[in-house]
Structure formats: C-alpha cells, structure tokens
C-alpha cells in the first residue's frame, strides 16, 4: 500500500505518541493534533488521506469531529479509537461517517488492517466511477465475422489473449480496434480484472500523465487528495493505450519504464508503485514510419510490437457488411421503438457498392440515421446516405447529369464517384431545376408519379439534403 498521511487526535500525550509511532512503523506520515479544533485546522493546511481520533476530549469530542469532518469533507475517511467503547458509541461513530471504530489499546497490526481496508475501499469507489463513466451511454458493436480476413483475425486474437505480452493492434478509424481488445481481456486469465481504457488523442501531456500514473495531493493546481492512476486501476487487470502514437516523447520514455519495470510513481510523488497489468495499445497511424521520421521511439515500438495485430478495412472484407448492417438494422429499430425494419434490394446494392472510408462506424452511423429517417417503411436506396460530403453540396455540382449523354466526357466522372443513390439525388435536382421548380413535369419526364417524388424530396429536406 502507498505512503498515506494519517492525522492523529488525542488529547493524551502518551496515547497520541503511542498512535504517531505506530503509524510511522507502518511506513506512513504521521501528523498530529491535540483537541477536535486543531484538528479541524490541521486537515484544512496539511490535507490528510485518513484521520484517527480519540472520542473522549475536552471541548470538541471525537463524534462531533467525525461529524464535523463529514460535512466540510465527506471524501476524508476517519476512524474512532476509545478505551471507553460501547456499541452506542460505535453505532454513532459509524452514523455520522466514521469508517470504522476501534478500542484500545490497538496493536499496530490491526492499525494496518484498518488501513488496508480503507485503501481497497477507496480504490474500489474509484474503479467503481471509472466504470459508471466508461459504461455510461456506450455500446459494444459485435465481432461479426463472415470474410475470411475476419475470421482469420479473431483466430489469432484468441491466441494472443492466451498469453500474457503486449498487443499491438493497428488499423484505420472506425475498424474496431477497441473491441478487438475487449475480446482479447475477455478471452484472457485477467477477464476477472478490469478493463480500462485511456484515449492518449484526448489528453494533454500533463493531464494523460495524471490519468496514467495518478498523481499525490498539491501535485499540481486543483490536486486536492490523492489520486490513483489508470495503471493503479488496471492491476490485475488489461489496460487500452488507445490512439497511442500521439502521446509526446517524454511520456513515451516514461511509458516504457513501466513497460519494461512494471512500475512508476505518481505524479508529485516519490514512492514507487508495482503493478501487474498487461497493455494493449492501439494506433491508426503507421508506426513504422513514425519511427523513421522520428515522432516515435523504436525501443518502445519494439516494446509495444511484440503481438502485433491488423484489422483490415470494410471495403477489404465486404463479406461482413450485410450482417453488420443487419445487426445494426436490428438494434436501431429496437431502440427506436419501431418495427423490425429490412433492407431493399437496391439498398444492399447501395451498401456494397461504397468503399467505406470511415469503416464499421461508418456504417453504424449510416444504418442508424436511415432506420430513423424511414419510420416504418423499409430501408431503401434513397436513405443510404455516405460520407461528410453527402447533402445538397453534393449534390449541386452534378445538377447538370439530366442533361448528359452516356457519351459525355463527365457522366462517367458523375458515375464514378457517386452512389447509386447520389445519382438519383443528382438527377431529380436537375430535372427540377430544367423544369424550373414544376414537379408535375419533372416526375413525368424521369417516369415517376409525383407522390413518388414528393415523399424522395421530403425524406431528402428531413435529412437535410436539399434546402
């Protein structure tokens, strides 16, 4: 267990050096106060992790210390030690947020025990927030695997999960990389540990040091107790490096002392921590060029690169877009409260014909926009929208398709670089545009009933496709 600063209270001198020198033989920092009132002025300038009073004292006694401590702070803990005790006395303590009460005279020993207890419980609480964060409002997308690259994949995961080195997993946004991950913990002897994710990408260097290695009380500005890191939380555990190539070069050098050590300090602090966790890293960068261009450092990559693994992009396993979207089709409706929807022919068709540049979360943001744009009707070609670019922007530089030959130069351009339901967007913008707004004519000229094309137009202006 860490160094912790323990405040005793007793107004006996000999008991309150009995107390002090006990805790110092516990490898902690003893700080002492001599009534309830300085006591009060001790946790506010020397910003105890654990306070363990006396409850009889002249003036303020021990109970109306815990109570006070629990209003200005509710995190502290406090334990009560008495030679008085009656289980009223313990009821009290414990009623007004003591975490334990103990009776004298107490051995060192159960001291430790004490504090042992209070330690596991204040990590616990903080796993506990870590998780309720992490869990909150997120949602596993399923490894759906019917390309062989995929199956392929997920073979040499459940191999790698088996062993205890460091994984590498590397491939473009939106692969899955992260659940990649979650299956190699799950399938591995620390799926009863944690798992526990920091995304380097979003972090300042200071502030990812912090969620790393933790950091000790007045470290820095706002650190007002100790805090455990992301390392500290994952002992026993795995812990995700996702987006790792983006961290600085100092925090790659710290990172690989604790790859190659197994330990580290926290920020501030001095003494250093042991830990058993085993890392996975992700990146959609390649770091072998990184290397090379020397935004990387090739110690740790070779640290890092012991189990490599890729995810190969959507567009390279098209085999495991349906089922995906299906899944996706399933889920969305269920959350939407709608019916079962399905996908149409043409928008199978749509789906398969995309390259995917934004890969598995792509799709899922696809599948989800056209299962809330479609209500009850089925999912259609008209709905699969793609991309950044696709909306009336897009569609604007192609009103002129209506008026093209298969032989002009840019119909093939037009072609290329659309989706089929881009191109029927294209088309009916300019046959609107050449009939000057008369959807009467514009549907008989592209062979459509006007409701037909009045329901396209508004499920485009819901969309925000069209103005």
């Not at 030679?83 to 004298?104: C, E, N, P, S, Y």
């Not at 997920?154 to 990649?180: C, P």
């Not at 002992?235 to 987006?243: A, K, P, Q, R």
Request: hydrophobic content about 40%; aromatic content about 4%.
């Amino acid at each position: 267990m860490a160094t912790q600063r323990i405040l005793v209270v007793d107004d006996d001198p000999l008991s309150r050096d009995f107390l002090s020198e006990a805790v110092q033989a516990l490898g902690h920092t003893a700080i002492v106060a001599t009534d309830g009132d300085d006591a009060l002025r001790q946790v506010a300038t020397e910003q105890p992790d654990i306070v363990l009073t006396d409850l009889r004292m002249p003036g303020m006694d021990g109970i109306t210390l815990v109570k006070a401590l629990h209003e200005r702070a509710p995190e502290l803990p406090t334990v009560v030690i008495t030679a008085h005790g009656t289980i009223q006395a313990a009821v009290d303590a414990m009623q007004h947020g003591a975490r334990d009460f103990l009776m004298k005279p107490c051995s060192p020993e159960t001291l430790g025990l004490v504090f042992d207890r209070i330690a596991r419980t204040e990590r616990l609480q903080q796993e506990n927030d870590y998780l309720r964060s992490e869990v909150s409002g997120t949602r596993a997308t399923p490894l759906i695997a019917h390309s062989e690259a995929m199956i392929e994949l997920l073979r040499s995961a459940a191999r790698i999960s088996r062993s205890r080195g460091t994984v590498l997993v590397t491939g473009e946004s939106g692969t899955g990389k992260e659940r990649i991950a979650q299956y190699i913990h799950q399938n591995s002897s620390r799926a009863e540990g944690s798992f526990v994710r920091v995304n380097c990408a979003a972090l300042s260097e200071q502030l990812l040091e912090s969620e790393l290695f933790g950091h000790e009380r007045g470290a820095f500005t706002g650190a007002h107790r100790q805090r455990s890191g992301r390392f500290e939380l994952a002992d026993g555990g795995t812990l995700l490096l996702d987006e790792l190539a983006e961290i600085s070069p100092s925090m790659q050098a710290k990172l690989l002392r604790v790859l190659q050590e197994d330990e580290f300090e926290r920020v501030g602090g001095q003494k250093t921590l042991k830990v058993d966790v085993r890392v996975i890293a992700t990146t959609n960068r390649d770091l072998t060029k990184e290397v090379a261009e020397g935004r990387f450092r090739e110690d740790l990559y070779y640290r890092l690169h012991v189990l490599p693994i890729h995810i190969a992009p959507l567009r390279d396993r098209r085999e495991d877009i349906l089922p995906l979207a299906e899944h996706f089709v399933e889920h969305f409706s269920t959350q939407n409260g709608v019916s079962p929807h399905s996908l149409t022919e043409d928008a199978q068709t749509c789906l398969l014909a995309w390259n995917w540049p934004g890969n598995v979360r792509e799709l899922e943001n696809v599948i989800q926009r056209a299962v809330i744009l479609a209500g009850d009707e089925p999912l259609s070609a008209d709905l699969m929208q793609y991309g950044p670019s696709s909306g009336a922007s897009r569609s604007s530089g192609g009103l002129a398709a209506a008026n093209m030959t298969i032989d002009d130069p840019e119909f093939g351009h037009i072609v290329a670089n659309n989706t089929v339901a881009d191109i029927e967007r294209i088309t009916i913008l300019a046959t609107l545009e050449s009939t000057r707004g008369n959807k009467s004519e514009a549907a008989r000229r592209l062979g459509l009933t006007a409701r037909t094309l009045s329901n396209k137009m508004k499920i485009w202006k819901q969309a925000g496709l069209v103005a």
